[in-house]
């Protein structure tokens, strides 16, 4: 496990403009890289400048 980073944008991306992926989630899929940092820093970055937080990666050791 580890903390998401800036190097993550483009796995984070991939994802959140899914629009299957995002069928159930409460904001629409992404449309562009432009609108995936605002929303990485808000939803996830963020969350590390306080005292409590649980978004981390799961990674394989080989990658």
Do not use: V
Not at 11 to 28: H, K, Q, R, V
Not at 41 to 63: F, G, M
């Amino acid at each position: 496990m580890r903390r998401f980073g800036k190097e993550d944008i483009d796995a984070f991306f991939d994802i959140f403009s899914d629009p299957e992926f995002n069928t159930y989630l409460p904001w629409f899929p992404l449309k562009n890289k432009e609108e995936m940092m605002p929303f990485m820093e808000e939803k996830y970055l963020s969350k590390y400048r306080q005292p409590q937080s649980c978004h981390y990666a799961i990674c394989l050791k080989t990658d």
